[in-house]
């Protein structure tokens, strides 16, 4: 059993930078990731991480602004957000996938998800 907690969202302004922070208790070795949803629209992949923490994985749409990371010492995962637009903003969702190897960007395999925590990118 996993759950996770984020935090860290909130209003900023296009331009801005924004860090989100998901902790996750349980124990296993598993991949995590960011996805989030914006009113109206369906769920979409933000970036994942394996349990090593190399080599993320990042959607088009956050490809160079966007870092995802891991402690695994304090089992945190992170979303370092830079240079925020307003089409960022959304309800974002750190999700844990503990049956499969490698890194998914659907949501489906995915079997643990946080509470979310909105993101509102003023311009």
């Known amino acids: 059993q996993v759950q996770l907690v984020e935090s860290g969202g909130g209003l900023v302004q296009a331009g801005d930078s924004l860090r989100l922070s998901c902790a996750a208790s349980?124990?296993?070795?598993?991949?995590m990731a960011w996805f989030r949803q914006a009113p109206g629209k369906e769920r979409e992949f933000v970036a994942a991480?394996?349990?090593?923490?190399?080599?993320?994985y990042y959607a088009d749409s956050v490809k160079g602004r966007f870092t995802i990371s891991r402690d695994n010492a304090k089992n945190t995962v992170y979303l370092q957000m830079d240079s925020l637009k307003p089409e960022d903003t959304a309800v974002y969702f750190c999700?844990?996938?503990?049956?499969?190897?490698?890194?998914?960007?659907?949501?489906?395999?995915?079997?643990?998800w946080g509470q979310g925590t909105q993101v509102t990118v003023s311009s």
């Open positions: 991480v394996s349990w090593s923490g190399g080599s993320p």
């Open positions: 999700a844990a996938d503990t049956r499969h190897m490698g890194l998914i960007a659907t949501s489906g395999p995915y079997d643990y």
């Open positions: 349980g124990r296993g070795r598993y991949s």
